[in-house]
């Protein structure tokens, strides 16, 4: 039987985490016709230069969440990221959503994402997030199987009411899980605001895309105040200064391409504003 420890977020002078979930939108999660295989590839790399700049001129760290199915298409851009000091961590292989997977299927998913970690740069993963965030109540097994594979912490829940995924229940600030073999795993929920009883996340991607950059900042001081970490997370292809292409139709279009333009600037103006940091080195920081 696990327990639930509703612990005070750790004092750590590296407040926030930046993330960012390493996967090539054309390829391996739209699935895209639009494009042929060397446009895609051309758009990805400049996807991930654009966010490097950005993360060098702000000497931010990171953590990225690799798809295996990525990182065996740019293993390159897998080891120059962990060789310019961000965390390299698992997003799983074939992002496919969790609450569709057995147990098994799921720890097949997650060893075939070690191993391909393991073997770009000579070390394995200690954190996950689950693709979609497609982890509620009823996928809680997941942490046993993380433990077992080496994993310190997930980043894979978003607590609020969504239409397509969320766990509302779920604690805001980060959790430590005691597990079935006494083993220990962090969650740290992705962040939202809760006013009037209400939970509204403010994490990134689709979120920031559509809110004011004054409306974020007020959101990171909003969570620092309550002493808890703000847990954000972007996408590559949310960086491409072109337009995205979906074959999807125009609806799609409209809406991955909605306020893309403004996320380099915003991820920028609040790199610049508080510190931010890996996921490794907070729970380093606070152990």
């Given at each position: 039987?696990?327990?639930?420890?509703?612990?005070?977020?750790?004092?750590?002078?590296?407040?926030?985490l930046a993330?960012?979930?390493?996967?090539?939108?054309?390829?391996?999660?739209?699935?895209?016709?639009?494009?042929?295989?060397?446009?895609?590839?051309?758009?990805?790399?400049?996807?991930?230069?654009?966010?490097?700049?950005?993360?060098?001129?702000?000497?931010?760290?990171?953590?990225?969440?690799?798809?295996g199915k990525?990182?065996?298409?740019?293993?390159?851009?897998?080891?120059?990221?962990?060789?310019?000091?961000?965390?390299?961590?698992?997003?799983?292989?074939?992002?496919?959503?969790?609450?569709?997977?057995?147990?098994?299927?799921?720890?097949?998913?997650?060893?075939?994402?070690?191993?391909?970690?393991?073997?770009?740069?000579?070390?394995?993963?200690?954190?996950?997030?689950?693709?979609?965030?497609?982890?509620?109540?009823?996928?809680?097994?997941?942490?046993?199987?993380?433990?077992?594979?080496?994993?310190?912490?997930?980043?894979?829940?978003?607590?609020?009411?969504?239409?397509?995924?969320?766990?509302?229940s779920h604690?805001?600030?980060?959790?430590?899980?005691?597990?079935?073999?006494?083993?220990?795993?962090?969650?740290?929920?992705?962040?939202?605001?809760?006013?009037?009883?209400?939970?509204?996340?403010?994490?990134?991607?689709?979120?920031?895309?559509?809110?004011?950059?004054?409306?974020?900042?007020?959101?990171?001081?909003?969570?620092?105040?309550?002493?808890?970490?703000?847990?954000?997370?972007?996408?590559?292809?949310?960086?491409?200064?072109?337009?995205?292409?979906?074959?999807?139709?125009?609806?799609?279009?409209?809406?991955?391409?909605?306020?893309?333009?403004?996320?380099?600037?915003?991820?920028?103006?609040?790199?610049?504003?508080?510190?931010?940091?890996?996921?490794?080195?907070?729970?380093?920081?606070?152990?």
């Open positions: 039987m696990r327990k639930f420890h509703n612990n005070d977020p750790p004092q750590t002078t590296l407040k926030h993330s960012i979930d390493f996967e090539d939108w054309y390829n391996d999660v739209e699935k895209s016709t639009q494009l042929d295989y060397r446009e895609s590839q051309q758009a990805f790399r400049r996807q991930i230069r654009k966010i490097t700049e950005i993360l060098d001129q702000t000497q931010t760290r990171c953590t990225f969440f690799v798809l990525t990182a065996e298409r740019y293993p390159n851009l897998v080891q120059e990221l962990q060789h310019k000091g961000h965390e390299i961590a698992s997003h799983g292989y074939g992002h496919e959503k969790v609450f569709n997977l057995t147990p098994r299927e799921f720890e097949e998913d997650i060893k075939k994402s070690i191993e391909i970690i393991d073997s770009l740069i000579r070390e394995k993963p200690v954190g996950y997030r689950a693709p979609f965030f497609s982890v509620n109540k009823d996928q809680f097994w997941i942490y046993d199987i993380l433990s077992k594979h080496g994993f310190l912490y997930s980043s894979s829940i978003f607590p609020f009411n969504g239409r397509r995924y969320g766990t509302g604690p805001l600030t980060p959790q430590k899980k005691v597990l079935s073999d006494k083993q220990e795993i962090t969650e740290f929920p992705m962040s939202v605001v809760n006013l009037r009883k209400t939970r509204f996340p403010v994490a990134g991607g689709g979120f920031w895309r559509v809110m004011p950059v004054n409306s974020i900042k007020w959101s990171v001081q909003y969570i620092q105040k309550q002493n808890r970490p703000f847990n954000m997370y972007l996408h590559p292809h949310e960086f491409d200064p072109s337009p995205l292409k979906s074959h999807k139709g125009w609806k799609r279009n409209l809406y991955v391409n909605l306020g893309r333009k403004t996320i380099h600037k915003k991820f920028q103006y609040l790199l610049t504003r508080f510190p931010f940091s890996t996921f490794k080195e907070y729970l380093l920081s606070s152990s």
